[in-house]
């Protein structure tokens, strides 16, 4: 696929937004001090993006979601686990600092949130998921909110803390409390 100067002027800013993430709390930085660090004018951001929100929301899309969203699209559930887990990972104190964003509709924490989400009522459509007669009012909907908090709080708490904790470990985690109760944990 051939790149265009429209999406090398996006990455451009994206990048320089990354560099300052990693310096400067998310919301000390403004559209000037980006644009200003990529030699561009303020007009050129708004042509790629709306605000700095979508810039993390574009760069957790293009760096993270997107290598995942194939991998689940080709069956491979587990192995998309652990290529999340790596990709936050990889780039650890940039997500670290994004996690440190005042809550709100636009926080990283609600960008992962949704992305999580959506991505089991997608798993829970692909597989046609079910829900046990006797719970006719467990829906997708519910189970989909119940693991992503869950999901979303131990992903969180992991860039959160210290680098002691490999992606790798994280991901083994995340496998082990979507595949066990916790009635199986305290047997």
């Given at each position: 696929?051939?790149?265009?100067?429209?999406?090398?002027?996006?990455?451009?800013?994206?990048?320089?937004?990354?560099?300052?993430l990693?310096?400067t709390?998310?919301?000390?930085?403004?559209?000037k001090?980006?644009?200003?660090?990529?030699?561009?004018?303020?007009?050129?951001?708004?042509?790629?993006?709306?605000?700095k929100y979508?810039?993390l929301?574009?760069?957790?899309?293009?760096?993270v979601?997107?290598?995942?969203?194939l991998?689940?699209?080709n069956?491979?559930?587990l192995?998309?686990?652990?290529?999340?887990?790596?990709?936050?990972?990889?780039d650890r104190?940039?997500?670290?600092r994004?996690?440190?964003?005042?809550?709100?509709?636009?926080s990283f924490?609600q960008?992962?949130?949704?992305y999580?989400?959506?991505?089991?009522l997608?798993l829970?459509e692909?597989?046609?998921?079910?829900a046990d007669?006797?719970?006719?009012y467990?829906?997708?909907?519910?189970l989909?909110t119940?693991y992503?908090?869950?999901?979303?709080?131990?992903i969180?708490?992991?860039?959160?803390s210290?680098?002691?904790?490999s992606?790798?470990?994280?991901?083994a985690?995340?496998?082990?409390?979507?595949?066990?109760?916790?009635l199986?944990?305290?047997?």
């Open positions: 696929m051939e790149t265009t100067k429209k999406d090398l002027t996006k990455e451009l800013l994206a990048d320089c937004f990354h560099e300052l990693l310096t709390p998310f919301d000390k930085i403004t559209i001090m980006i644009t200003g660090q990529a030699g561009l004018i303020r007009p050129t951001f708004y042509k790629h993006f709306q605000d979508e810039v929301e574009w760069i957790f899309k293009t760096r979601t997107d290598s995942v969203d991998m689940l699209e069956g491979m559930e192995e998309a686990i652990v290529m999340f887990c790596r990709c936050l990972d990889k104190k940039f997500y670290r994004a996690c440190m964003m005042e809550p709100g509709p636009n924490e960008i992962l949130t949704r999580i989400y959506n991505t089991f997608d829970a692909r597989f046609s998921m079910r007669e006797r719970h006719h467990l829906s997708k909907e519910i989909a119940y992503t908090y869950g999901l979303v709080n131990t969180r708490d992991w860039l959160l210290g680098d002691d904790v992606a790798e470990d994280i991901a985690c995340c496998k082990y409390l979507l595949s066990h109760s916790v199986d944990l305290i047997k």
